[in-house]
């Protein structure tokens, strides 16, 4: 019998908020996207193993590590200015 298992990557897109890029110095989109790996057994993701945030700029692609409370108040930002 064969036990076939390991993990899965996904990424999200949680929101995409403007500010001025930490690497290009451009006033440009920025997604925050949350990155999760997954068990997996059998190729169904089970159980979340890790977790992680990051914000991508959109001009250059510079990727920079964010805290989960920077994400979600990321969200409430564009959610409060969103009118």
Known sequence: MFLLFGTSARDTVLTIVHFVCGYCSKAVAQR????????????????????????????????????KDQADNALQWVGAHAQ
């Not at 949350?34 to 914000?55: A, D, E, G, M, Q």
């Not at 959109?58 to 805290?67: A, Q, S, Y």
């Open 32 to 67: 925050v996207i949350k990155n999760t790996n997954r068990f997996t057994l059998f190729f169904i993701p089970l159980f979340p193993v890790s977790t992680s945030y990051v914000n991508v700029c959109t001009n250059c692609g510079g990727v920079t590590k964010i805290t």
